[in-house]
């Protein structure tokens, strides 16, 4: 019986063995695997990339591990995957601990203020210092004056705030709150900004899909998840006040004029990047709360055990497709595409990494 | 007929004989003693060397401080060790009388066909995944909390601290009944092993003394089994203060202490979950692991305690057969 089992289980596998080695020498090319691991925000699209691009060059396999960016940065600074990617740049002590180390935006996502409030859909405006009002408890009902100085044109309940919150530490929080210091001098003091935070009040709910839950099933209540979330899940989300003094809608164009608006004060790939932050962005149509998301990689990937020329040159024209071509694959995903001038900064940061000192483009 | 039963002549010191059972026996015996001592100081070792930056820094305070500030690098646990003794103790408080409930009707006064359909239902509810059943907690049971259980509570219970408002329906006593829900079939499976050992010599003494079923059950059967029902319990407790996903999905997740159960809460296991990942500072996630240490030390303690006190009964049961 067991043999009679066994037989044709051999076949097949003999089977799969032969075709795998077959694909590999149709392909003419020895096979690389390039690791990576680090934030889950980008996942969906770092999926999607590897897919491509795998389809496109059959012979390389993009393995990237959503472990989160805490995980991620400790495996970069490790040297056990390829590439990291986090949410946050890196702080500027960790950067001092990984020489050579080269921060690359790869996209850049929207954090939106999501509400339950019955029969206001998707046109409450909120401004910065009202919202981290709301987050600090200082702002309790909903028709406090300062909300509705903002919605002259809603009426809204004298109903209790009820304020929702990530439990898990995340990146959405850190862009949320990089935010809320930047608008609020009490939030900065009080709170702060960081992946996981001492909030002053509220509910937490574990993941985007954990305070979207809370926000729907309790009305009047108030949080913040992914754009990508917000949109795919129908969620009420607020227009927020920028800089400029305009309400703007989240949007994958506001968030990309963000970007824009920021470019000027960047650095450059191999310097670092702990200030970095496109939070209230100047530009007319700049959605403020948004934030890159990193690729980490060394400038000399000769660093990495088991790293040979092949598989350097090969992570380096991956990374030369994720900017480039790779792009037009963000905004079916809910992404904001890189703007033509981080595109450029990046170029640059990629000419600059090498195996051995042996230039790889 | 002789059988030859290996006994354990080594342990009660009788009938020493050195036989290649007896070396066998020994053999055995400081294999698994050394695989479970290494185990454990592998473990303990591992948690204090993580937990080595936390446990410096912060020293016995970190037992009693409410401090959690990621940003600023403060941390204490003892919010986290509220939640989970709160959260633990609301489940036996809510799953004990039920479990043995369970356990007396289908052992005592269930019919044959009830028992054999009602106890492998029981049973299957241990077999839900604790995320299934955080999954029900969101969409059934914390909007049931927040609508139908608590308005009641905070009207005629209100007076209390333990029931005041507002009320989310994510709380420390949506937490407690979750956790109810699971551990009730542990308490309630072993607790009727225990009502089954119950030798029917003595449960028809007291019936032909004139006792009725209830005093009977209640004077004779779980005085008799009660030192198993104890250890069921204790397990119970193991398994509410270890678990996780389920808790975290309900209990709202606030690391401050509110007298209110029906305020938000938070757990060891779950802050560890939710935090792990992200945590990028040397210190935040010392403080981490040394969560996980502590909760380690209580979940150790709970479980000896259980096998000290099943031991014993066991003992007294040897004793007297």
Known sequence: MNRVLLLPLLAALLFAGCTGDGGKADAGAEEITITGAGASFPYPLIAKW???????????????????????????MAKTVDFGASDAPLKEEEYRKMEGILHIPETIGAVVVVYNLPGVEN????????????????????????????????????????????SDGSGTTFVFSDYLSAVSPEWREKVGKGKSLNWPLGLGGKGNEGVSGLVKQNPYSIGYVELAYAIENRISYAHIKNRAGKFV??????????????????????????????????????????SFTYLLVYRDLSVIPGMTEAKAKALVEFLWWVIHDGQKYAPELH??????????????????????????? | MKLRVPSF???????????PDTIFQIFLGVISIISVIVLAALLLRELIRGAWPALSAFGLGFLFSSAWNPV????????????????????????????????????????????????????????????????????????FVREHLAPPLMNYLGFLPLFKGPAYGYSVLTA??????????????????????????????????GATRFETIISVVLPYAKGAIFGAVMLGLGRAIGETMAVTMVIGNNPQIFTSLLHPGYTMAAVIANEFTEATDDVYLAALIEVGLVLFAISMVVNIIARAITWKYLKVQEGQS
């Open chain 1, 123 to 166: 046109k409450l405006k909120l401004s910065g210092e009202v919202v981290a009002d709301i987050f600090l408890g200082k702002i309790t009902k909903w028709n406090d004056p300062r909300i509705a100085e903002l919605n002259p044109d809603i009426s809204l309940p004298d109903e209790q705030i009820i304020v929702v919150h990530r």
């Open chain 1, 249 to 290: 809608e989240p949007s994958i164009e506001s968030v990309a004029a963000a970007a824009a608006g920021a470019v000027a004060s960047l650095p450059k790939g191999d310097e670092s990047w702990a200030e970095v932050s496109i939070v209230n962005a100047p530009g007319e149509n700049a959605y403020p709360i948004s």
């Open chain 1, 335 to 361: 992404y904001a595409p890189l703007p033509e001038e981080v595109v450029k900064l990046n170029e640059e940061t990629i000419r600059l990494i090498t195996y051995q000192d042996k230039s790889l483009l």
């Open chain 2, 9 to 19: 002549s080594i342990l009660n010191g009788k009938n020493w004989k050195f036989t």
């Open chain 2, 176 to 209: 407690g009944l979750v956790l109810a829900i699971m551990i009730i079939p542990i308490i309630s499976s072993v607790s009727r092993e225990a009502i089954l050992a119950v030798p029917s010599l003595q449960k028809e003494g007291s019936l032909a003394l």
């Open chain 2, 72 to 143: 600023t690098g403060e941390f204490g646990a003892l919010p986290f060790i509220y939640g989970t003794i709160v959260s633990s103790m609301l489940a036996l408080l809510i799953g004990v009388p039920l479990s043995l409930g369970i356990a007396v009707y289908l052992t005592e006064i269930a019919s044959s066909r009830v028992r054999a359909i009602l106890s492998p239902v029981v049973e299957l509810l241990a077999a839900i995944p604790s995320v299934i059943i955080g999954l029900w907690g969101i969409f059934v049971l914390a909007p």
């Open chain 1, 50 to 76: 590897s897919y491509e691009y795998h389809k496109l060059k059959p012979n390389i396999k993009i393995n990237y591990q959503s472990i989160g960016s805490g995980g991620g940065i400790k495996q970069t």
